[in-house]
T-cell receptor, first 113, second 112 residues
Framework: NAGVTQTPKFQVLKTGQSMTLQCAQD?????MSWYRQDPGMGLRLIHY???????DQGEVPNGYNVSRSTTEDFPLRLLSAAPSQTSVYFC????????????FGEGSRLTVL | QQQVKQSPQSLIVQKGGISIINCAYENTAFDYFPWYQQFPGKGPALLIA?????SEKKEGRFTISFNKSAKQFSLHIMDSQPGDSATYFC???????????FGIGTKLQVIP
């Protein structure tokens, strides 16, 4: 059982480049979300989705784009990378009826030069 | 603005001791209070959680104490072990959209 799979695990970008962080879950969870983790800031919600075709902004959405075409996949797109987006990104999923019980991937470490 | 304030940011405890991490919140519109544990290089994982109508929940060596009137909750790790060394996050869950807000985290080191 793979759970939540994130790719790539590491990525280095130059300022202005774009890229997509991939997230896939095989648990048939309705809810998926993206967080970024920075020292001293905890985990901050970027975007979330309550089902295929439905997404919404979290606490820090600027500079990121998401879509949810299937239940399984929830990619995060960086449109024009900036050094402030250097962070560790986590994708998480959960199912209805299990409040607050997020299942996280192992993270994607992104460095923007 | 930070919806949940977590302290301390780092904690060193001797093996066998009690580790205590505290969190405080302001908004009352939360219905679930989970704690997450994160080891280096891994994603956070749910450790234990409590509902606001319960004052204490214990699972093994881990206990959550919840004070609704003071808007505070804490994690106690009894008989702390080196394997408990990790970062711990308190969190708040609100509403039906699975929006979970995290504290800044506490890095716990248990020394032999």
């Amino acid at each position: 059982n793979a759970g939540v799979t994130q790719t790539p695990k590491f990525q280095v970008l130059k300022t202005g480049q774009s890229m997509t962080l991939q997230c896939a879950q095989d648990m048939n969870h309705e809810y998926m979300s993206w967080y970024r983790q920075d020292p001293g800031m905890g985990l901050r919600l970027i975007h979330y989705s309550v089902g295929a075709g439905i997404t919404d902004q979290g606490e820090v959405p600027n500079g990121y784009n998401v879509s949810r075409s299937t239940t399984e996949d929830f990619p995060l797109r960086l449109l024009s990378a900036a050094p402030s987006q250097t962070s560790v990104y986590f994708c998480a999923s959960t199912q209805e009826g299990r409040p607050g019980e997020l299942f996280f991937g192992e993270g994607s470490r992104l460095t923007v030069l | 603005q930070q919806q949940v304030k977590q302290s301390p940011q780092s904690l060193i405890v001797q093996k066998g001791g009690i580790s205590i991490i505290n969190c405080a919140y302001e908004n009352t519109a939360f219905d679930y209070f989970p704690w997450y544990q994160q080891f280096p290089g891994k994603g956070p994982a749910l450790l234990i959680a409590i509902r606001p109508d319960v004052s204490e929940k214990k699972e093994g060596r881990f206990t959550i104490s919840f004070n609704k009137s003071a808007k505070q909750f804490s994690l106690h790790i009894m008989d702390s072990q080196p394997g408990d060394s990790a970062t711990y996050f308190c969190a708040l869950h609100s509403g039906g959209y699975q929006k979970v807000t995290f504290g800044i985290g506490t890095k716990l080191q248990v020394i032999p």
